[in-house]
């Protein structure tokens, strides 16, 4: 067991080329600014389904899935999960995204954002995330940081990670959209995205936002049924008033929150038309 449990965690410091393809980095390596003096325990738990998530995140950090050079495209983008800013869905609105776009010759790395103290215990459901009401401000603003510094370091590691610093962008699921729509409203040359994705993004209002000279190409998605991004069209209005390029896709039932699992409703395959739109950004082939 300690053997198998030693090759596991080798696979992640495999270089770059190696058969694993992964790879993680630190987002702020001397402590993300705002919270150096957190105290909480980040806990990691799994659904009745097996999948992955997170809580209590203090050390933000981005999980590369690197493509093969052969299949590459230079392409790379940001997965940003959701989870109200509280709970991160790690595997269903990140790794299998991540694994999604790798496959397809685009870099992609999951990241983990800050996220609002839980407390420790051991389960934390959607009921007590919608108790706990809107996520404190200050909390959305360091996730967006975190975003913005994220596309910084994999601009910065671009030759290492064989990505074109021009064509790195984010997507974002419910609070990982506003996470991501921030990153495409306020921005540096040294961060901006040259593509963002928002997929049912939830803490959004559009008639408080001015969408800046800048602003990159966007894809947003959401269902029909879901009213935590009923804001989703009124964003893409906005976008196309400011005569930025956009598309919009609105998908009669699939509710909030249904990520990559096939579950028998029209949003199943809504990963093919990202990979549509994708292609025609000339970032996927």
Same mark, same amino acid.
């Given at each position: 067991?300690?053997?198998?449990?030693?090759?596991?965690?080798?696979?992640?410091?495999?270089?770059?080329?190696?058969?694993?393809?992964?790879?993680?980095?630190?987002?702020?390596?001397?402590?993300?600014?705002?919270?150096?003096?957190?105290?909480?325990? #980040?806990?990691?738990?799994?659904?009745?389904?097996?999948?992955?998530?997170?809580?209590?995140?203090?050390?933000?950090?981005?999980?590369?899935?690197?493509?093969?050079?052969? %299949?590459?495209?230079?392409?790379? +983008?940001? *997965?940003?999960?959701?989870? !109200?800013?509280?709970?991160?869905?790690?595997?269903?609105?990140?790794?299998?995204?991540a694994e999604w776009l790798r496959q397809h010759g685009v870099?992609?790395? *999951?990241?983990?954002?800050r996220l609002a103290n839980t407390g420790t215990a051991e389960?934390?459901?959607?009921?007590?995330?919608? +108790?706990?009401?809107?996520?404190?401000?200050?909390? &959305?603003a360091m996730a967006a940081a975190d975003a913005l510094r994220?596309? #910084?370091?994999?601009?910065?590691?671009?030759?290492?990670?064989?990505? $074109?610093?021009?064509?790195?962008?984010?997507?974002?699921?419910?609070?990982?959209?506003?996470?991501?729509?921030?990153?495409?409203?306020?921005?540096?040359?040294?961060?901006?995205?040259?593509?963002?994705?928002?997929?049912? !993004?939830?803490?959004?209002?559009? +008639?408080?936002?001015?969408?800046? $000279?800048?602003?990159?190409?966007?894809?947003?998605?959401?269902?029909?049924?879901?009213?935590?991004? $009923?804001? %989703?069209?009124?964003?893409?209005? +906005?976008?196309?008033?400011?005569? =930025?390029?956009? #598309?919009?896709?609105?998908?009669?039932? /699939?509710?909030?929150?249904?990520?990559?699992?096939?579950? /028998?409703?029209?949003?199943?395959?809504?990963?093919?038309?990202?990979?549509?739109?994708?292609?025609? &950004? =000339?970032?996927?082939?």
């Amino acid at each position: 067991m300690r053997m198998k449990r030693i090759a596991a965690a080798s696979l992640v410091l495999l270089p770059i080329g190696a058969l694993a393809q992964t790879t993680v980095a630190k987002l702020w390596p001397n402590g993300a600014p705002g919270s150096e003096n957190w105290t909480q325990k #980040e806990i990691e738990s799994n659904t009745i389904a097996g999948f992955r998530r997170f809580r209590n995140v203090v050390d933000p950090s981005i999980t590369g899935y690197l493509p093969f050079q052969t %299949t590459a495209t230079g392409a790379a +983008a940001i *997965v940003a999960p959701g989870g !109200a800013f509280r709970v991160l869905a790690f595997d269903t609105e990140g790794t299998t995204i991540a694994e999604w776009l790798r496959q397809h010759g685009v870099a992609a790395f *999951v990241l983990k954002y800050r996220l609002a103290n839980t407390g420790t215990a051991e389960s934390y459901t959607r009921a007590d995330a919608d +108790a706990a009401g809107d996520p404190p401000p200050e909390i &959305q603003a360091m996730a967006a940081a975190d975003a913005l510094r994220a596309i #910084e370091i994999v601009r910065q590691r671009a030759t290492e990670w064989r990505v $074109d610093p021009a064509k790195i962008g984010i997507i974002g699921f419910s609070a990982g959209g506003y996470v991501a729509l921030q990153t495409a409203l306020h921005h540096t040359s040294a961060n901006r995205p040259a593509f963002v994705g928002a997929i049912y !993004a939830s803490y959004m209002d559009a +008639a408080k936002i001015t969408v800046p $000279d800048d602003a990159p190409p966007t894809f947003f998605l959401h269902a029909y049924n879901d009213p935590m991004s $009923d804001s %989703t069209p009124s964003l893409y209005l +906005a976008w196309k008033a400011a005569a =930025k390029p956009a #598309e919009l896709h609105s998908y009669a039932d /699939g509710g909030h929150a249904f990520g990559m699992p096939m579950r /028998g409703r029209s949003t199943d395959n809504w990963i093919e038309r990202f990979g549509d739109w994708l292609r025609y &950004q =000339k970032l996927l082939r």
